[in-house]
């Protein structure tokens, strides 16, 4: 919170503070020549005492020292000024209440739906009986007490005898019946989102049997993971909230509904884990690789739909039958669509029905001329033709024997010794030891990502069939970041040696972007580096540069290019930092 300074004092008497700032008066007004003259009155609260400088008084004006005052609200003694003379329940008040006039005290305040202010509402809560409605007539008629600011709350434990009485009830209930679960689904006519305020109070008011039947599963699932008092609160709040918002009772949740219960407050990921534990989650979420296959395969004609559709699985899922294949990364089914979808469409606008009319001549006239489009168009036309041809959906390949457009191949370069230095030495221990690995020993993002705490044993990595001595600095910087996780994280039972806020309540790794987005390198441009001080090093040993890195000979020959390449960028960019061939 930024703090007004104080206005100078005045040079005469020292003691008081110039008159005015603005306009520039340096004197008080007791010390003004021709004077001395009376102050005029603070413009904020209208007094004529006290007065300081900028024509306010020491309890308004904000470079005045922190006196203790009233509050403006329930007139409790305790508050600054800094806080504008409000208590912190005054100040809940005054958010939730509108103005008017006080029906027990006729003061000028914010009042509640009863009609009262807050410092009628304390007085009569302060006074009731157990178990009996607030009297405010009764409580306010005699006087009122005074209290101090923001230390009225439980002072004579209504709220421990309240708690106490509710979990005595609790026992006493019967033990409810096991859920069972809906053979059936109610079907809607039309959907129409209920209002927050009242799902919220439902979930706060009635019974819910989804909780009821979640909890021991809950409160085990939290035990084993080590989960805090608040995450467990908001799984079982969110249990209560679905069991609102069903539109078929006792039947299985769908995740789609527990993501669209984020707007009411819901905690998504530990909920749909209790319930996938439980056996009641139906999981209908996509794959963002499927909402944009669908969005480019839309409004084509009904054979091209089906024959990309099955491109599609096959590509996705995979085939452990005849003829069998391999399912592939999303991010490459998502490159080849980028590259064939423009091309799906101009066949479709030219008129072909199926992929089995088209020829090489309508390929070669459809590829882009050059770059990086057409070197994805040719890669995903060449698995979608063969895919279709091993289904016996076309006659023929079209990219049978065409020759395929060589990539552009870049030229990689060092990178400043200052960026690197100043992120091995991040203040944040998971930053330096990530750091440290791909510096030292080259890993790169995705073993990074799934690295295991058992992979380090006796200061030595394991990664495959590779062991890696880990450096001196690695293990400086380990054990910073070991003795870092235990104290922030002391009951996660992930297994992966980096461990974030959203991944210690489970066993999943972290994302790939953990930490490298709080620097500024990357993982790869940092390998790259790495792998180019070696080209340094052994001049060009592309076999020991495949045995050391785990590349092929393309890639190493990529990196060797650097030796050979007159270029004036990689020159100045390999001598504008401080690394040199050794």
Known sequence: MSVTPPPPKCPACKVNRAAWTNPRVDFCYACLPGGPFTPPPCRTCGTRESYFSQGRCERCHPGAPLYLGACHGCLAWGVYRRHSWLCWTCRWWRGHYPAGTCAFCARETYVNGSGACRLCWENARRVQEPDRAINLTEANQHGQQLFLANLQYDTTGARRRRIARERHHRRLQPPSASLTLANHRQLLLFRMPPGKGVIKKRALTQDSPLLRHCDQTLRDHARLHGWSKRLVNGVAHTLKLLDALQDTPSSKIRSSDVLAAIRYGATVLSTLEVLDAVGLLEDDRTLAVERYFAQHSADLPAAMTDQLRLWFDTML?????????????????????????????????????SFAEITAEDVTRALPAKGSNRIFAEQGLRSLFTVLKAHRQVFTNPMRGMKATRPNVTVPLPLDTQKIRDALNSPDPACALAVALVAFHALNGRELQKLELTDIVDGRLRLGPRIIPLAAPVKTRLAAYLDHRARKWPQTINPHLFVSNKTQARTKPVSKQFPWRMLNITAQSLRDDRILQEIYATGGDVRRLCDFFDIGIDAALRYRSILDDPTPSATTARDSGTHHPT
């Open 317 to 353: 899922r995979g085939r452990s039958t005849a003829p069998r294949r391999r399912a592939r990364n999303v991010e490459t089914i998502h490159i080849h669509i980028v590259g064939m979808a423009p091309i799906w469409r101009a066949w479709a606008q030219q008129g072909h029905d």
